[in-house]
């Protein structure tokens, strides 16, 4: 064999060693520090355009709570308001649809905290009534002073208390 391709190899060799070793190490930063996860322009635009989709209210008085009987206080919520937490003032129209509250991105509200577990609370509706329940979270869920259990009436204008972040329902 030559010394040409003998140093050939040699160099290959490292490089091939030095590729195992970046490797190990990323795989090791990505188990201890997780992966890193980009913001979605959804975030960004919910932010700016929260209070932007203010047509919303008029097709919620007739919502099927309302006309079930449901008291006005329990059933008309058209938006989700946070009054205070990293994202206080932000806006959020509800639809029918159940939101899963938490640190996860998958989450329809994202709280960064420290104290809000990735799928922490779900806000869903229940035969025209809002209902906010806990998901087994560490720190729990709280509807004005009452810590939540699953399937709790949420009242209009009540404070919901997630982590740090508190919000209420609003027609």
């Known amino acids: 064999m030559s010394e040409l391709t003998l140093l050939l190899l040699r160099i290959g060799f490292l490089v091939l060693l030095w590729f195992f070793v970046f490797a190990v190490v990323y795989s090791l930063r990505a188990d201890l520090f997780g992966v890193k996860v980009r913001k979605l322009p959804v975030e960004a635009t919910a932010g700016a355009g929260a209070t932007a989709p203010a047509p919303t209210p008029a097709p919620r008085a007739s919502s099927p709570g309302a ?48 104290y809000t577990s990735s799928q922490h ?45 508190t919000f209420e329902l609003r027609a």
């Open 67 to 114: 006309a079930s009987g449901a008291p006005a206080a329990l059933g008309a919520a058209s938006r989700l308001v946070i009054t205070s937490g990293p994202k206080a003032g932000l806006e959020l129209p509800l639809g029918d649809e159940p939101m899963t509250i938490g640190r996860s991105s998958e989450c329809g509200l994202v709280i960064r905290d420290d």
């Open 121 to 165: 609370a779900r806000l869903l509706v229940r035969s025209g009534v809002w209902t906010i329940q806990d998901l087994d979270s560490t720190n729990g869920t709280f509807h004005g002073k009452d810590r939540v259990g699953s399937g709790t009436p949420v009242t209009i204008g009540t404070p919901i208390k997630v982590g740090a972040t």
